[in-house]
């Protein structure tokens, strides 16, 4: 089934979410966002499936927010929020593990949705990118709070600087837990929840135990929302997204989609 360039498909009792827009590299739109949120909670309740991975089509996991569908209002910025925002709740409220298959490069708004989930499994190709501090765009997702649960003082460097991370770097520092081969890679993450989630019951308790508090999150969304709106008003947000698509349109052959 596609919906809002989502698929979605069950194996072996586990369902498999694929952003699908590879001509766009699976920027996600508010609507494919929504549609996102609502399919996790829909399989994330542990009937009928017993896990849930997250993946893309293509060479890109998903190249984040598709700029050009940019927020053009504080109004329109809440919303975007908000929408990324839900899928971190969606996949923190489930009763099943949730994978993220990163089978290619993961920017911006995708790359903080892989850090809620209860694995990182990579493929040699899986690569990091958050350039939001470069483009006057404020992290979302919780990530601010689950980055430096996950790697700690790399953090920093990650947000700050704009770093690309490459699959070794990223298995090195606890932004991946494994790498496999590209042709494994589903495989893999359907092995693993069949391996985690062998009685329900329990699983699912232990998952509200091991995954961050809910009032942790909800705190760093205060935050991030927050931080949104001072972007905004003091003009940073409108000035980097302007150089961003001057830089694109300085090198038209590069790719011209996403956040």
Known sequence: MTDNHLDVHIADDVAV?????????????VATRVRLAQTIRQFGTGDPVRGIVLTGTGRAFSAGED???????????REAFATFH???????????????????????????ITLCCDS???????????PENHRGIIISNASSFLMGRLVGNHAMRIILGSQRIDADEALRI????EIVATETLLDRAVEVIAQWNSDPRTTALHLGLLRPRPEDIEAAFTREDDAARESWESGAFTEGIAGFWASKNAAPTAPATSN
């Open 86 to 112: 839900d899928i971190t709740r969606a996949i923190l409220e489930t009763k099943v593990p949730v994978i993220a298959a990163v089978n290619g490069i993961a920017v911006g708004g995708a790359s903080e």
């Open 17 to 29: 979410l694929t952003l699908n827009r590879p001509e766009k590299l699976n920027a996600m739109d």
């Open 174 to 177: 606890g932004l991946l837990d």
């Open 67 to 77: 700029l050009q569908t940019v927020p053009t209002s504080y109004a329109e910025i």
């Open 120 to 130: 990182r499994i990579g493929s040699p190709a899986a690569e990091y990118y958050q």
